[in-house]
C-alpha cells in the first residue's frame, strides 16, 4: 500500500507540471522538451539540399524537423507551413527528432517547397505581371490626357476673357478626350492599376464637362455667367385717355 501511495504521489507530481510528457512516432512516451533544454545539448551540422541551392545549418542534436524548419525560413524565404523535409526518401513530421531516425552531423537533409504553396506564388507572380502591365498602359493615356489637359486650360483662359474661339477646336479636343476614355475602358485592370484607370477615367469626364461649358459660354462671350443675358424692354406708352383693361375686346 505504501509502494502504491508513492506512485501515486508521482503520478500527481507530473500531474501539476512538474514533469512534461510527449508521444513521439511509433507510440513511445518521453518526456517532454522545449528549445531551451535542446540547445543546451551537443550541436551537429546538416547540409540542406534546397534544388540548385545547398545549406549547412547548424542545430541542437537533439531538435526536431520543426525547428530545423523555423531556421530555414531566414536561409529560404520559405515559411514552415510551405517547406516539406525529406531524410533518407521519406518525408519528416515536424514533431519527429532529428537524433531519432538517424540524423546526425553532416547528414543530409531535402527541402522541397510545397506544391500548393507554389502554385499560389506563381498565381500571385502573374497577378503581379498583369497589374504592372495594366499599370503602363494607363501611365501612356495618362501622358496624352496631360497634353489635352493643357490645350482645354490654354482655351479656356481665352473664353473667359470674353474672347471667342473656333468651335471645331473645341469639338476637335473632346473628341480626343472621348478616344483615351476608350482607350482606358479597353484596360484590363485589378489591384492598383484598377484605382489608376479609375482615376484617369474621372479626369477625362471632367475635362469633358469643361469644354460643354466653354461651348456655351463661347456662344456668349461677353456673358459673366455662360447664359444669354436678359434684356429689358421699355413699356409702351400710351395716351391719358385711354383705360387698359384686361378685356381686350372693350375700349373706351
Do not use: Y
Request: aromatic share 4%; with cysteine.
Amino acid at each position: 500500500m505504501k509502494r502504491f501511495s508513492s506512485s501515486k504521489r508521482a503520478v500527481n507530481n507530473v500531474v501539476k507540471g512538474e514533469m512534461k510528457w510527449e508521444l513521439r512516432p511509433g507510440g513511445m512516451l518521453v518526456q517532454k522538451r522545449d528549445m531551451g533544454d535542446a540547445s543546451s545539448g551537443p550541436m551537429i551540422k546538416i547540409k540542406v539540399s534546397h534544388g540548385s541551392f545547398h545549406h549547412d545549418i547548424t542545430v541542437p542534436a537533439q531538435s526536431t524537423f520543426g525547428d530545423l524548419k523555423k531556421v530555414l525560413v531566414q536561409e529560404t524565404g520559405l515559411e514552415p507551413k510551405e517547406q516539406r523535409l525529406l531524410f533518407q526518401g521519406k518525408e519528416k513530421d515536424d514533431e519527429e527528432c532529428l537524433h531519432m531516425v538517424g540524423v546526425k552531423d553532416m547528414s543530409k537533409v531535402v527541402l522541397l517547397e510545397d506544391p500548393a504553396s507554389k502554385e499560389r506564388k506563381l498565381e500571385e507572380m502573374k497577378r503581379n505581371q498583369s497589374v504592372l502591365k495594366a499599370c503602363e498602359e494607363v501611365a501612356k493615356v495618362r501622358a496624352e490626357v496631360v497634353q489635352l489637359s493643357d490645350k482645354v486650360n490654354a482655351l479656356e483662359g481665352i473664353v473667359h476673357g470674353g474672347t471667342k474661339v473656333d468651335e471645331k477646336e473645341l469639338l476637335g479636343l473632346t473628341e480626343l478626350l472621348m478616344v483615351q476614355l476608350l482607350q482606358l475602358d479597353t484596360i484590363e485592370a485589378n489591384g492598383e492599376a484598377k484605382v489608376q484607370r479609375r482615376a484617369e477615367v474621372r479626369r477625362v469626364q471632367r475635362l469633358v464637362d469643361t469644354l460643354d461649358n466653354m461651348k456655351a459660354r463661347n456662344s456668349n462671350p461677353f456673358s459673366s455667367s455662360g447664359k444669354s443675358e436678359a434684356f429689358e424692354c421699355a413699356s409702351p406708352s400710351f395716351p391719358s385717355s385711354t383705360r387698359i383693361t384686361h378685356d381686350w375686346e372693350v375700349f373706351d
